[in-house]
């Protein structure tokens, strides 16, 4: 299972990468381009790609084959290491297709039950995003649907992973994990909430009060 980080801060990531919590980057334009009106994000991808040799998703922002197909194929030149998310509907199957034929990674976004990532897998996506808090928010079991998902593609014989996006709780990000997701995209604020246990803070106050009992070396 691998993580990747939601994320467009270098910093962020290299902290992540630092402490090897970090396989991956969701890259999200529109968050950049609201933190950094003036920011360039071909530059930002460009020193992503070039310090970090993982993959690294983009969504774009274009909704009819054609522009997507263009849209995609101007983000694939950045860097190997770029894939290009693309919304699952209609026009975009050929596109997709295409765009894989050619070597261009391709993460299928608004994928939310097993027969959409079927269709997916069989147009060229290598992964599959789908969104915990968009199918929490319909009063559907997330984890249930990760689980549908990962059968459905090992039944057909697709090598697709599943990317379980945006879980919000330790207790989530378990979940999809034994519910068969090969990525989980994580913000830094949830990866460090994953440390947290009242028991491990009780641990480490009892540590640090003992320590400061010991009796001092005289020299």
């Known amino acids: 299972m691998n993580i990747f980080l939601e994320s467009n801060s270098l910093q962020e990531v290299r902290e992540a990468a630092a402490a090897g919590l970090v396989q991956g ?22 020193e992503l790609s070039h310090e970090f040799a993982i993959p690294i998703c983009v969504t774009i922002g274009a909704l009819n084959g054609k522009d997507i197909y263009r849209e995609a194929k101007e983000l694939a030149k950045i860097s190997d290491h770029i894939v290009v998310q693309i919304p699952l509907m209609e026009d975009a199957l050929p596109a997709m297709f295409r765009l894989n034929a050619e070597g261009v990674g391709i993460c299928a976004t608004l994928v939310f039950n097993g027969a959409q990532a079927l ?8 992964m599959v995003r789908v ?11 997330s984890t249930e649907t990760i689980a549908e998902i990962r059968h459905v593609l090992e039944a057909s014989g697709m ?4 990317m379980a996006a945006s879980p919000q709780t330790p207790t989530q990000v378990v979940e999809c994990v034994t519910a068969g997701a090969n990525i989980i995209s994580l913000s830094a604020k949830v990866i460090r909430s994953l440390l947290v246990h009242p028991l491990t803070d009780r641990g480490l106050d009892r540590f640090l009060s003992d320590l400061s009992k010991r009796p001092k070396r005289h020299s």
């Open 25 to 46: 980057v969701a890259f999200s334009p529109n968050e950049f381009a609201y933190a950094d009106p003036d920011g360039d994000q071909r530059e930002r991808l460009e």
């Open 119 to 126: 269709l997916a897998a069989k147009a060229g996506a290598s």
């Open 131 to 141: 969104s915990m808090a968009d199918l929490d928010a319909q009063g559907q079991e």
């Open 159 to 162: 090598e697709s992973d599943v």
